[in-house]
């Protein structure tokens, strides 16, 4: 989806794709919210976010009014093994 100065891409993990009530449910749950900074999550809430955070800082600064620990470089390590 795409509108002036907006664009939306949906990730899921439902097998089903999205059909178009569910693309006009996201963009009812987000009207008025200004898109440049946050965004709905039907079920999670608005997650607030900061585009042209610097490079060291997670762009998601809050999840539902709280605040996020935006310093990844401090988060605990993944250890994947193969």
Known sequence: YSAK?????????????????????IIADNLGLNLRK?????????IGYR????????VICTIKGQKTDRKFDKWKRLNVIN
């Open 5 to 25: 100065n907006v664009g939306l891409m949906m990730v899921s993990n439902s097998t089903a794709a999205p059909d178009g009530k569910d693309l006009d449910k």
């Open 38 to 46: 946050q965004f709905n999550i039907e079920g999670k809430g608005i």
């Open 51 to 58: 585009l042209n955070s610097p490079k060291c800082k997670w």
